[in-house]
């Protein structure tokens, strides 16, 4: 199985940044693709975005141009570099993997963590 432990959320001001990231430990043959998404009260869980082995990435349409991901083959980390941050960005953010192991192909997901963006 793979796990995924996240890091790097806080309360940040209007205008300001913060990175994100998620390390993936465990057994995998492959980890593809690795990504974010996240979750404010109220609303249900939408992609941010996502990063394929191909280079390929998606984004929301909302943190085009302001968010980055990016990933790690050494370290088995995706990062999610948060620019011109908006208080509307405010939410739980999880980081999301899909793996394929001797016994296992599917998704995992981190705990997530809290970003807050004050206005």
């Known amino acids: 199985q793979v796990q995924l432990v996240e890091s790097g959320g806080g309360l940040v001001q209007g205008g300001g940044s913060l990175r994100l990231s998620c390390a993936a430990s465990g057994s995998a043959i492959s980890i593809d693709p690795m990504g974010w998404y996240r979750q404010a009260p109220g609303n249900s869980r939408e992609l941010v975005a996502i990063r394929f082995n191909s280079g390929d990435k998606n984004y929301a349409d909302s943190v085009k141009g302001r968010f980055t991901v990016s990933r790690d083959y050494v370290k088995n980390t995706v990062y999610l570099q948060m620019n011109s941050l908006k208080p509307e960005d405010t939410a739980v953010y999880y980081c999301?993997?899909?793996?394929?192991?001797?016994?296992?192909?599917?998704?995992?997901w981190g705990q997530g963590t809290q970003v807050t963006v004050s206005s």
């Open positions: 999301y993997a899909e793996y394929t192991s001797t016994s296992y192909s599917g998704g995992a």
